[in-house]
Protein backbone atom coordinates (compact mmCIF):
# COMPACT_ATOMS: atom_id res chain seq x y z
CA UNK A 1 0.00 0.00 0.00
CA UNK A 2 1.18 3.51 -0.73
CA UNK A 3 -0.01 6.35 0.54
CA UNK A 4 1.26 9.97 0.07
CA UNK A 5 2.09 10.67 3.38
CA UNK A 6 4.39 13.53 4.97
CA UNK A 7 7.62 12.64 6.84
CA UNK A 8 5.62 13.94 9.84
CA UNK A 9 2.98 11.76 9.26
CA UNK A 10 5.17 8.97 8.99
CA UNK A 11 7.02 9.61 12.10
CA UNK A 12 3.79 10.59 13.75
CA UNK A 13 2.31 6.94 12.74
CA UNK A 14 5.73 5.18 13.54
CA UNK A 15 4.97 6.73 17.10
CA UNK A 16 1.79 6.02 17.25
CA UNK A 17 2.95 2.14 16.30
CA UNK A 18 0.06 2.21 13.44
CA UNK A 19 0.86 0.45 10.12
CA UNK A 20 0.03 2.35 6.99
CA UNK A 21 -2.43 -0.27 6.05
CA UNK A 22 -4.27 -0.23 9.21
CA UNK A 23 -5.26 3.46 8.33
CA UNK A 24 -8.20 2.56 6.10
CA UNK A 25 -9.80 1.15 9.09
CA UNK A 26 -9.30 4.16 11.75
CA UNK A 27 -12.08 6.28 12.77
CA UNK A 28 -11.54 9.71 11.47
CA UNK A 29 -11.05 12.12 14.13
CA UNK A 30 -8.21 9.39 15.68
CA UNK A 31 -6.34 9.63 12.24
CA UNK A 32 -6.23 13.23 11.93
CA UNK A 33 -5.05 13.20 15.58
CA UNK A 34 -2.18 10.29 14.63
CA UNK A 35 -0.99 12.16 11.14
CA UNK A 36 -0.91 15.95 12.92
CA UNK A 37 -3.60 16.48 10.63
CA UNK A 38 -6.66 18.26 9.53
CA UNK A 39 -10.13 16.01 9.22
CA UNK A 40 -9.92 16.44 5.42
CA UNK A 41 -6.28 15.43 4.64
CA UNK A 42 -7.29 12.85 7.30
CA UNK A 43 -9.71 12.12 5.11
CA UNK A 44 -8.30 11.74 2.17
CA UNK A 45 -5.54 9.34 3.23
CA UNK A 46 -7.99 6.99 4.79
CA UNK A 47 -9.96 6.88 1.39
CA UNK A 48 -6.89 5.92 -0.55
CA UNK A 49 -5.73 3.24 2.16
CA UNK A 50 -9.36 2.11 1.99
CA UNK A 51 -9.42 1.64 -1.77
CA UNK A 52 -6.07 -0.04 -1.49
CA UNK A 53 -7.57 -2.73 0.51
CA UNK A 54 -9.15 -4.10 -2.71
CA UNK A 55 -7.15 -6.94 -4.42
CA UNK A 56 -4.93 -5.63 -7.16
CA UNK A 57 -5.26 -1.86 -7.14
CA UNK A 58 -2.79 0.23 -6.32
CA UNK A 59 -2.58 4.18 -5.78
CA UNK A 60 -3.24 5.43 -9.51
CA UNK A 61 -6.88 3.97 -9.17
CA UNK A 62 -7.76 4.51 -5.61
CA UNK A 63 -6.86 8.26 -6.49
CA UNK A 64 -9.58 7.83 -9.56
CA UNK A 65 -11.83 6.76 -7.11
CA UNK A 66 -11.15 9.65 -5.26
CA UNK A 67 -11.38 11.96 -8.12
CA UNK A 68 -14.94 10.81 -8.92
CA UNK A 69 -15.51 11.94 -5.05
CA UNK A 70 -15.53 8.78 -3.21
CA UNK A 71 -14.75 8.31 0.28
CA UNK A 72 -14.93 5.25 1.37
CA UNK A 73 -15.88 1.76 0.00
CA UNK A 74 -19.51 2.47 1.18
CA UNK A 75 -19.98 5.33 -0.95
CA UNK A 76 -18.86 3.17 -3.95
CA UNK A 77 -20.81 0.32 -3.55
CA UNK A 78 -23.54 0.84 -5.41
CA UNK A 79 -22.31 2.35 -7.91
CA UNK A 80 -21.24 0.40 -11.62
CA UNK A 81 -17.46 0.35 -12.88
CA UNK A 82 -19.12 1.12 -16.38
CA UNK A 83 -20.83 4.34 -15.32
CA UNK A 84 -17.42 5.37 -12.97
CA UNK A 85 -15.07 5.06 -16.50
CA UNK A 86 -17.39 7.52 -18.26
CA UNK A 87 -17.34 10.03 -15.63
CA UNK A 88 -13.79 9.76 -15.22
CA UNK A 89 -13.26 10.39 -18.85
CA UNK A 90 -15.05 12.97 -18.93
CA UNK A 91 -13.48 14.51 -15.97
CA UNK A 92 -10.04 13.59 -17.41
CA UNK A 93 -10.78 14.97 -20.82
CA UNK A 94 -9.27 11.87 -22.31
CA UNK A 95 -10.06 8.03 -22.40
CA UNK A 96 -8.23 5.59 -20.22
CA UNK A 97 -6.54 2.68 -20.75
CA UNK A 98 -9.31 -0.29 -20.85
CA UNK A 99 -7.76 -1.62 -17.43
CA UNK A 100 -9.17 1.08 -15.58
CA UNK A 101 -12.54 0.09 -16.13
CA UNK A 102 -11.78 -3.25 -14.93
CA UNK A 103 -10.13 -2.01 -11.89
CA UNK A 104 -13.40 0.08 -11.03
CA UNK A 105 -14.92 -2.84 -11.90
CA UNK A 106 -12.81 -4.38 -9.40
CA UNK A 107 -13.64 -1.91 -6.67
CA UNK A 108 -17.05 -2.02 -6.93
CA UNK A 109 -17.23 -5.76 -6.47
CA UNK A 110 -14.92 -5.79 -3.36
CA UNK A 111 -17.12 -2.78 -2.22
CA UNK A 112 -20.32 -5.37 -1.90
CA UNK A 113 -18.10 -8.42 -1.07
CA UNK A 114 -15.10 -7.47 1.44
CA UNK A 115 -14.16 -11.58 1.44
CA UNK A 116 -13.50 -11.17 -2.35
CA UNK A 117 -10.03 -12.29 -3.76
CA UNK A 118 -10.97 -11.32 -7.49
CA UNK A 119 -8.02 -8.86 -9.24
CA UNK A 120 -8.77 -6.52 -11.59
CA UNK A 121 -8.08 -8.62 -14.17
CA UNK A 122 -10.91 -10.97 -13.24
CA UNK A 123 -12.80 -8.07 -14.50
CA UNK A 124 -12.00 -7.87 -18.39
CA UNK A 125 -14.23 -10.80 -19.97
CA UNK A 126 -17.25 -8.93 -18.24
CA UNK A 127 -16.03 -5.56 -19.75
CA UNK A 128 -15.86 -6.57 -22.57
CA UNK A 129 -18.65 -8.45 -23.03
CA UNK A 130 -20.41 -5.51 -21.85
CA UNK A 131 -18.43 -3.06 -24.47
CA UNK A 132 -19.19 -5.47 -27.18
CA UNK A 133 -23.10 -5.48 -26.15
CA UNK A 134 -23.44 -1.05 -25.11
CA UNK A 135 -20.42 0.63 -26.51
CA UNK A 136 -19.13 3.76 -25.01
CA UNK A 137 -21.24 7.05 -25.24
CA UNK A 138 -21.43 9.52 -28.35
CA UNK A 139 -19.73 12.26 -25.90
CA UNK A 140 -16.61 10.07 -25.18
CA UNK A 141 -13.28 12.12 -25.35
CA UNK A 142 -11.61 11.51 -28.30
CA UNK A 143 -7.68 11.41 -26.71
CA UNK A 144 -6.73 8.19 -25.81
CA UNK A 145 -4.19 8.11 -22.80
CA UNK A 146 -1.17 7.24 -24.36
CA UNK A 147 -1.51 10.65 -26.80
CA UNK A 148 -1.96 12.67 -23.37
CA UNK A 149 0.99 14.82 -22.54
CA UNK A 150 3.23 13.71 -19.97
CA UNK A 151 2.67 9.73 -20.99
CA UNK A 152 5.36 7.64 -20.26
CA UNK A 153 5.27 5.37 -23.21
CA UNK A 154 8.03 3.60 -21.14
CA UNK A 155 9.45 2.59 -17.89
CA UNK A 156 12.74 3.06 -18.90
CA UNK A 157 14.39 6.71 -19.57
CA UNK A 158 14.39 7.66 -22.71
CA UNK A 159 17.77 7.24 -22.94
CA UNK A 160 17.65 4.04 -21.41
CA UNK A 161 15.16 2.89 -23.65
CA UNK A 162 16.97 3.77 -26.86
CA UNK A 163 19.88 1.83 -25.84
CA UNK A 164 17.97 -1.22 -24.81
CA UNK A 165 15.99 -1.06 -28.36
CA UNK A 166 19.72 -0.80 -30.30
CA UNK A 167 20.85 -3.81 -28.17
CA UNK A 168 17.48 -6.45 -28.23
CA UNK A 169 15.16 -7.74 -30.13
CA UNK A 170 11.47 -8.01 -29.17
CA UNK A 171 9.82 -11.26 -30.67
CA UNK A 172 5.92 -11.75 -29.40
CA UNK A 173 4.97 -15.01 -29.04
CA UNK A 174 0.64 -16.15 -29.07
CA UNK A 175 0.05 -19.00 -26.72
CA UNK A 176 -2.83 -20.10 -25.28
CA UNK A 177 -4.97 -16.80 -26.88
CA UNK A 178 -2.19 -14.22 -24.43
CA UNK A 179 0.59 -12.67 -26.64
CA UNK A 180 3.90 -12.99 -24.60
CA UNK A 181 6.79 -10.56 -25.33
CA UNK A 182 10.55 -12.22 -25.29
CA UNK A 183 13.75 -10.02 -25.76
CA UNK A 184 16.88 -11.20 -26.73
CA UNK A 185 20.07 -9.63 -27.39
CA UNK A 186 20.92 -8.58 -31.10
CA UNK A 187 23.91 -10.22 -31.34
CA UNK A 188 22.75 -13.71 -29.70
CA UNK A 189 22.58 -16.91 -31.32
CA UNK A 190 18.59 -17.07 -31.40
CA UNK A 191 18.18 -14.11 -34.06
Same mark, same amino acid.
Request: net charge positive.
Given at each position: ???? $???????? =???????????? %?????????????? =????????? =??????????? #????????? $?? %???????????????????????? %???????????????? %???? #?????????????????????????????????????????? $??????????????????????????????????? $?
Amino acid at each position: MKLP $LTKKERSN =LRTAKVKIKNTA %YMDLSVLAHTLGSS =LERAAYIKA =LAQFQTAPSIG #PKMAQCAVD $LG %YYSLGDIKHESGADLIIRLEKLKG %YWEDPCAEDALRCIVH %YAND #PESAKSWWDFTEERKMYRERCGYPPDRPSTPWYEKNGHKKSR $LPNSSAALFASFTREFRVKMNGNVHKHYFWRNSSW $L
